[in-house]
């Protein structure tokens, strides 16, 4: 199965796997994010708030193991879910229970031990892997009874734990060292990340190769229900999110270890991006919240759009938002189509597109748009082949002699303006930085060069070089007149 944050198949394979099981609302993914160390789950105080598997590996107390935050499983007749999300959500749990080593089945302290916790009981005592009772919220007086019925399931070890506040972890700790023995010893950063310094003075001629020595972030990013769940299953091959004609399903942002070409890929699975005055509740806005950080942490974002509304509507004031924020935090963009299948009339709907993105954004021209369907596995290599070309454009280093070479040239054939009698000069071009690709120009005036003249340098740079829709950034440094510092201290 694909394994999300910071595991990946070999990992699995050699690590124990520890799942924490139980009814909606008992603290589980509080307990998770305490384990792993940093708030990696959604936690709201409201049943159902998670949807999806949450895998991470977990350095707990010597202990290194991979950790799943599961789904709450709904006691028939409970909840407000439909009945398509709860369902999928079992079948996310169980398959959890079917991959662990060993079980943390949680229940509230303050509530007890409710009838469908014995059947949940009932039923992990059918599975071969070891089983640790957590009575969560223990902080409080009220949960001596909850200890009890514990100790009344016959499961097996019994701990008083508060995962919000940190309390029973020295317990939890001693029960999970039972089961698992071995220590993988510290978790090491198992990639090297190119360096972005560069150095002004470098004459070189030849252009560096971008060699990948990490694996490639890539978040799927879009308005509700426009199949990005779907895409994901699909690039995977299997069901590893949960899918439902129903919008809002995915709330948690999901990562993923793949593989592509040889090509290690991290792909993350986003919560649908509303416009702000429709986002309804606390728990929508800390999937959007969690859905916008993923995004300023990635290094490539696909932008999916649902192909099947009308022509007129299809790219919205949103997409055109969410797009613009992609550009703007210096990411790569690509606009996938999804549900390409149901498309009338293909070439009048991939032309309004094309007309959007050029008028409403200038900034990143020649976005590069595929047309695909997630649902029947269509054009899905084509998508992943654009991603690995963005890649290396948004890595590109360019050679400082070929940029001052082009610069000259870009300057003759449209001078700079004339500002109080004197034209502002550009001296000096260098790169100091890819990921994305941003340029220092050492120049005279530099407060005084227009946008329009930036703008004009950002297009012809992209053009030339052959990196469309590319972010680029420019800096502009004027030099301090060494004959003004002689005439102050006159």
Known sequence: MPINNDTDKAALNNLPVVAIVGRPNVGKSTLFNRLVGRRMALVYDQPGVTRDRKIAK?????????????????????????AVVTEGMRKQALKALSEASVILFVIDGRLGCTPYDQDLANMLRKQKAPVIVLVNKAEGRGSEAGVTDAHCLGLGEVAAISAEHGMGMSELEEFLSQHITVDYGDDEDAYEYPSDKCDEDDDNEEEVEFIPKHSLKIAILGR?????????????????????????????SIAFQWTYKDRAIELVDTA?????????????????????????????????IDASIPTQE??????????????????????????????????????????????????????????????????LTTLMDEVLVMEKMWNRRIPTATLNRWLQFTVEAHPTPIVAGHRIRLKYMTQIKSRPPTFK????????????????????????????????????????NPYELLRKKK
Not at 58 to 82: I, R, V, Y
Not at 276 to 299: C, P, Q
Not at 358 to 371: D, F, M, P, S, W
Not at 454 to 472: E, G, Q
């Open 58 to 82: 977990a350095n707990f107390a010597g202990m290194t193991f991979t950790l799943m935050d599961t789904p709450g499983l709904f006691d028939p007749g409970e909840g407000d879910q439909p």
């Open 314 to 379: 299809l790219i919205e004031k949103q997409d055109l938002m969410l797009a613009s924020y992609v550009i703007e935090e210096g990411r790569g963009l690509i606009i996938a189509l999804n549900k390409w299948d149901q498309v009338k009339n293909p070439e009048a709907t991939y032309k309004h597109v094309q007309e959007q993105l050029e008028v409403h954004l200038t900034q990143a021209r020649g976005i590069r748009c595929v047309t695909l369907s997630a649902l029947k596995g269509q054009h």
């Open 441 to 480: 120009v050492f120049c005279t005036k530099a407060s005084d060069l227009p946008d329009s003249y930036v703008r004009y340098l950002t297009n012809s740079l992209r053009r030339d070089f052959k990196m469309p829709a590319v972010p680029i950034r420019f800096q502009f440094k004027t030099q301090k």
């Open 224 to 252: 509700p229900n426009v199949g990005k769940s779907t895409l994901v299953n699909a690039l995977l091959e299997e069901e590893a999110q949960l899918t439902a004609d129903y919008p809002g399903v995915t709330r948690d």
């Open 272 to 304: 649908g991006i509303r416009r702000k005055s429709k986002v309804d509740g606390v728990v929508e806005k800390l999937a959007v919240y969690d859905a916008e950080r993923t995004m300023r942490f990635a290094e490539i974002v696909v932008l999916v």
